[in-house]
């Protein structure tokens, strides 16, 4: 996520140290709490109906976190780092805050069943076994995808999930995309 820094609508660059990591997350949950307390004050429930009521310069922009290897943060610092990611899973969408979680490890230790039950979309790529599918999209299936951008993808309001493929970016298209937004 380093080459990502440099973007001008980063609201910090990249952070790679766990322990950093987790001051972020919190920093985070802390924006979600002052812009729910806005919210109360104009009468609003999300982020919507909030830019709606005020003036252009008072409009929240939206944010999106991304983890990239939540598993190392998770054996990091388990007990603060879930209970951060469980408030916001449950809470931060109606506030304009978007929560990506990647990992490489698939197991109901990182992927607890208190987060897991508030992230509404889930994306599986290949995995080696049934149980890593069933842990992530809560069916089998992701064993059998062929990889290189092979996906399942569940949303919340279906039991099915949706075979779908995602691109594939090189390195240097991803340097050209950021030269290009800097």
């Not at 999106?64 to 939540?70: G, L, P, S």
């Not at 987060?115 to 080696?128: G, L």
């Not at 299936?141 to 092979?150: I, P, Q, S, T, Y």
Request: glycine share 2%.
């Amino acid at each position: 996520m380093t080459p990502y820094s440099s973007i001008p609508h980063m609201l910090m660059p990249a952070i790679t140290v766990s322990d950093k990591a987790l001051e972020a997350i919190k920093l985070i949950d802390e924006e979600m709490r002052k812009r729910y307390k806005k919210f109360a004050e104009l009468n609003v429930k999300n982020i919507d109906s909030f830019n709606k009521a005020v003036p252009e310069d008072d409009k929240m922009p939206r944010i999106v976190v991304i983890v990239d290897e939540y598993m190392e943060m998770m054996f990091q610092a388990h007990m603060d780092l879930e209970m951060y990611i469980a408030s916001l899973s449950r809470l931060a969408r109606a506030s304009g805050i978007h929560l990506v979680l990647a990992t490489q490890r698939t197991s109901s230790d990182v992927i607890t069943s208190s987060i897991k039950a508030n992230i509404p979309c889930r994306a599986s790529f290949t995995v080696v076994d049934w149980r890593e599918s069933k842990t992530i999209i809560d069916r089998t299936g992701a064993e059998r995808l062929l990889g290189n951008g092979d996906m399942l993808y569940s949303l919340a309001d279906s039991s099915i999930p949706i075979h779908a493929k995602a691109s594939y970016i090189s390195y240097e298209e991803v340097d050209r995309v950021i030269e290009a937004i800097s």
